[in-house]
């Protein structure tokens, strides 16, 4: 179903008046977590200064220890709530539960299914029968057909509004988080016909070469990309070192608008 052969025609999703996947360059952009109201709305309101519409943040964090911050649950999804209707934004945030779809789709425009989870196919089969956006992540190390299979396994159960994020692979190489596979987005988009980001917070792990994998994605014909941001990295309760800051963010934006890869 999610194939080109099936379906010639770009999928064109619509959240809140924003079309993707419509060949229009998007950028979601927000913290990692949810930390607190006043910090979500700080972000908010940077970013949607920026032109962006569409506000990401963890509110149940895959954490590799079980000792780190786990995020808010369910009070975070009430703060992206309150946030998205007070600065007329779209949100997005990671849902990992099968039994938490529905009440999610309460406070969020889009559901995020993780790189942890894409393989996890009670969750992809739960997020198939739901009437929202799922923006599915590819795993940690998993193939191209396996990461099309997992939108497979969403689409099959009736829900066609998907959108594929590449967010880097495992691979020996560790001058990076993880290794973005640049050349994921032309095969996806070739071989599917839903709308391809590129998560470059997560993907290479680095600040410094944020802009140069936002620039390289777009021009690779993604639809759009994800970046993290919160107003103090220093001091942020998950991806501390990656995180722009607001003034980086400005620039990050001021950079892609002035080489003309966003409007
Ligand atoms: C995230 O986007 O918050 C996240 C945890 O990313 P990933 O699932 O790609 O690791
Ligand atoms: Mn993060």
Redesign the pocket.
């Known amino acids: 179903l999610v194939s080109r052969k099936q379906r010639p025609e770009d999928t064109v999703i619509s959240v809140k008046g924003l079309e993707i996947g419509n060949g229009n360059p998007i950028l979601i952009a927000g913290p ?2 949810v930390e607190s109201y006043e910090q979500t709305a700080s972000v908010a309101e940077a970013v949607t200064k920026n032109g962006v519409k569409l506000l ?1 943040g ?1 509110a149940f ?2 954490r590799t220890s079980p000792y780190d911050f786990q995020g808010l649950g369910v009070e975070g999804l009430q703060i992206l709530k309150k946030v998205a209707d007070e600065y007329n934004c779209a949100v997005i945030s ?1 849902i990992v539960h099968p039994q938490d779809l529905d009440m999610a789709c309460e406070y969020l425009d889009i559901i ?1 299914i ?3 989870n894409m393989q996890n196919y009670e969750l992809l089969k739960a997020a198939g029968r739901l009437n929202k956006p799922v923006l599915l ?2 795993g ?1 190390a998993a193939t191209l057909d396996e990461f099309i299979n997992s939108a497979e396994y969403i689409m099959s159960q009736g829900n066609g509004q998907i959108i594929l ?1 590449e ?2 692979i495992r691979t020996y190489e560790r001058a990076t988080r993880n290794t973005l596979d640049i050349t994921a987005v032309p095969i996806l988009k070739q071989e599917t016909h839903l709308p391809v980001f590129v ?1 470059v ?2 993907s290479t792990g680095r600040k410094d070469l944020l802009l140069p994998a936002a620039k390289a994605a777009f021009a690779i014909g993604a639809d759009g990309v ?1 970046a993290e941001v919160h107003p103090d990295p220093a001091v942020a309760l998950s991806d501390a070192a990656q995180q722009m800051n607001i003034e980086e963010f400005q620039r990050f934006v001021e950079e892609l608008v002035s080489s003309r890869f966003l409007k």
Do not use: F, V
């Open positions: 990692c977590a990401r963890g964090k895959p990671e995020q993780g790189a942890r992540k590819r940690l994020c967010r880097g998560d917070t997560h994800m």
